[in-house]
């Protein structure tokens, strides 16, 4: 059964910067044969797609984030990374990831919690 476990959150003022993990197991060859996604939920707010990367390495960013947050992967760790920079209060957000272009309900995890202070 695949896990996706996300860590590297916490609480930063405005203007800092934070690394974001998620590390899939128990993925066979999930990992390396799909796009992924990393997506936020803020307080009333429904989740959306921060950034995702192809098994190619392409990536795109939405364009709240673009230009401040980046993503990448390693394929041999299983792992995809959210490299974010001059955070703000509305990145304030519960942060997962999944696959994407088509999120697997059965994949999300428990995220990971960034809150930007002002």
């Known amino acids: 059964q695949v896990q996706l476990m996300e860590s590297g959150g916490g609480l930063v003022q405005a203007g800092g910067s934070l690394r974001l993990s998620c590390v899939a197991s128990g993925t066979g060859n999930m990992f390396r044969f799909n796009a992924m996604g990393w997506y936020r939920q803020a307080p009333g707010k429904q989740r959306e797609l921060v950034a995702s990367i192809t098994i190619m390495g392409h990536t795109n960013a939405a364009d709240s984030v673009k230009g401040r947050f980046t993503i990448s992967r390693d394929n041999a760790k299983n792992t995809v990374y959210l490299q974010m920079n001059s955070l703000k209060p509305e990145d304030t957000a519960v942060y997962y990831c999944?696959?994407?272009?088509?999120?697997?309900?059965?994949?999300w995890g428990q995220g990971t919690q960034v809150t930007v202070s002002s």
């Open positions: 999944n696959t994407w272009p088509n999120a697997r309900s059965d994949y």
